[in-house]
């Protein structure tokens, strides 16, 4: 036993009475480097008050499974969430939770799944043809951008049959402000009201009620019209719960589809866009991931079939969600007293794991920081999971009951884009941007959500 497990977790040592409230602010990413090195299990300070940061599979597992009814989603960063997102799958909590969960289940089933691919298909085509037309010998782009506005059209044709995409100046506009007020909101030093008539919450509102309107006008025309749809707006309007027989009113609906644009789009948009940039760091790995593509694929569109033979495109994507998870902190508060690793965790306590620190912990990644698509190779994998909680080394839809529910979604999404495009195109950095630094935003996006890539025709 060592002398901290009397009781107190190890902190991190903070100067002034804000404690790590300034270092949270100015270098999130880099505070958190240096609690995960002091140990798998550290407490920050803040002002009079404590966080308690996870960065061990162990841990994580306990917090996220074993003992997960303890922990919940009553922070500042949830309540703040729910202006966005409304009480959707992700916001909310207990039996409503459960119910809604239970009800969207069905559409996230992969057969629900495979009928998605097509549009994931021919979304991809049709950037990648822009590109090509443009690229005459090369083009520079914003890689960030092309992902966005790519992931935007597939969650809209997805959850709406609609190119929402085509509305990017009155939706993405209006969202793209929504997230940057979102990230003031939730980092102001101290709690801003949101209603004040300040100029950025005005703004924030009105491109709030925009992206409502579009929405909600799509769920009234959808209720007029008898016409039949394979889209998830269909099967949640058409979802009866088994157990009570309810079925989802407009409202619900609302938030559950701002819930899936919202946690659709973005994560898997900066997934895509950091696999790009690594591949443009890494020409051996892109090579390869061409190779599988052009034999899996040749000249035809991904099918169901022909997207899980992708098992190379697959590791690169997710070895690049090890070394960026788009997610890459998450916090919960604890209903009761607990204690993790020994140490104590007292009741109302904040608890947060860090995903991006613990998806780097030696213990589990030989050279961590080294990007390596083979770590997720079958044996590998395999491998890992025998080690103590090995399931959850690698956790960027985390685990447990709140797992993502669109977790097979996004990996045919991103498994499909990076080899249809991996295998027409090759990246490389543009001249003069030196290493691209990661800002931890509502998600983890490259700085100032700017990638330029050149991009060269194969
Ligand atoms: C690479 C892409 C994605 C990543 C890394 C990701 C990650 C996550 C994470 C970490 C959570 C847990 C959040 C929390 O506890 O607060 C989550 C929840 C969720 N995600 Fe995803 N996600 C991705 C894509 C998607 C997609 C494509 C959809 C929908 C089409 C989606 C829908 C949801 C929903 C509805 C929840 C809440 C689930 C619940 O609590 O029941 N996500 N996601």
């Known amino acids: 036993m060592n002398q901290f497990q009397a009781g107190q977790m190890p902190e991190l040592e903070a100067k002034g009475w804000s404690g790590h409230f300034a270092s949270m602010r100015s270098d999130p990413l880099g505070t958190m480097e240096r609690a995960s090195a002091m140990g798998d299990l550290v407490r920050l300070r803040f002002g009079p008050f404590y966080a308690y940061g996870v960065f061990h599979?162990?841990?994580?597992?306990?917090?996220?499974?074993?003992?997960?009814?303890?922990?919940?989603?009553?922070?500042?960063?949830?309540?703040?969430?729910?202006?966005?997102?409304g009480n959707?799958?992700?916001?909310?909590?207990?039996?409503?939770?459960?119910?809604q969960r239970r009800i969207a289940q069905p559409a996230f089933h992969r057969e629900r799944i495979a009928g998605f691919v097509q549009n994931m298909a021919e979304a991809t085509r049709?950037?990648?043809?822009?590109?090509?037309?443009?690229?005459?010998?090369?083009?520079?782009?914003?890689?960030?951008?092309?992902?966005?506005?790519?992931?935007?059209?597939?969650?809209?044709?997805?959850?709406?049959?609609?190119?929402?995409?085509?509305?990017?100046?009155?939706?993405?506009?209006s969202l793209k402000h929504v997230l940057?007020?979102?990230?003031?909101?939730?980092?102001?030093?101290?709690?801003?009201?949101?209603?004040?008539?300040?100029?950025?919450?005005?703004?924030?509102?009105?491109?709030?009620?925009?992206?409502?309107r579009v929405l909600a006008d799509l769920i009234e025309e959808r209720r007029r019209s008898n016409e039949v749809h394979h889209d998830l707006l269909s099967m949640f309007m058409e979802a009866v719960d088994e157990e009570t027989g309810e079925q989802m009113d407009d409202r619900q609906l609302l938030d559950e589809a701002k819930t899936m644009l919202g946690a659709g789009h973005e994560t898997t948009?900066?997934?895509?866009?950091?696999?790009?940039?690594?591949?443009?760091?890494?020409?051996?790995?892109?090579?390869?991931?061409?190779?599988?593509?052009?034999?899996?694929?040749?000249?035809?569109?991904?099918?169901?079939?022909?997207?899980?033979?992708?098992?190379?495109?697959?590791q690169v994507f997710n070895e690049t969600m090890r070394l960026y998870p788009p997610v890459w902190a998450f916090a919960r508060r604890a209903k009761d007293d607990d204690t993790i690793g020994g140490f104590r965790v007292p009741k109302g306590a904040i608890v947060f794991v860090g995903i991006r620190d613990l998806h780097r912990h030696p213990e589990y990644w030989e050279n961590p920081q080294t990007f390596d698509p083979d770590r997720f190779a079958p044996e590998r994998v395999e491998a890992r999971r025998k080690l103590p909680s090995g399931k959850h080394s690698f956790i960027p839809f985390i685990a447990g009951q709140r797992k993502c529910i669109g977790d097979h979604f996004a990996?045919?999404?991103?498994?499909?884009?990076?080899?249809?495009?991996?295998?027409?195109?090759?990246?490389?950095?543009?001249?003069?941007?030196?290493?691209?630094?990661?800002?931890p935003r509502l998600t983890l996006r490259p700085k100032d959500g700017d990638l330029p890539l050149v991009i060269h025709p194969r």
């Open 57 to 85: 599979p162990v841990h994580a597992q306990h917090v996220l499974v074993q003992n997960a009814q303890n922990y919940e989603k009553q922070t500042r960063g949830y309540a703040k969430l729910r202006l966005l997102l």
């Open 269 to 314: 948009a900066v997934a895509l866009s950091w696999a790009l940039y690594l591949l443009s760091q890494h020409p051996e790995v892109a090579d390869r991931l061409a190779e599988e593509a052009e034999a899996v694929l040749g000249d035809k569109l991904p099918t169901p079939e022909t997207v899980s033979q992708l098992t190379y495109a697959n």
């Open 411 to 439: 990996l045919t999404e991103g498994t499909l884009v990076l080899a249809m495009l991996g295998q027409r195109f090759r990246f490389e950095r543009k001249p003069g941007y030196q290493e691209i630094a990661a800002e």
């Open 126 to 173: 049709d950037l990648a043809s822009r590109w090509s037309q443009a690229a005459s010998p090369t083009l520079t782009s914003n890689i960030s951008e092309d992902m966005m506005k790519l992931t935007l059209r597939i969650a809209g044709e997805t959850l709406c049959s609609r190119d929402i995409s085509g509305e990017a100046d009155r939706l993405g506009g």
């Open 88 to 99: 959707g799958l992700v916001t909310s909590e207990g039996d409503f939770w459960r119910r």
């Open 180 to 212: 940057e007020h979102f990230h003031w909101l939730t980092n102001a030093p101290i709690p801003y009201p949101e209603y004040w008539p300040t100029l950025g919450n005005v703004r924030f509102w009105q491109a709030m009620r925009n992206i409502e």
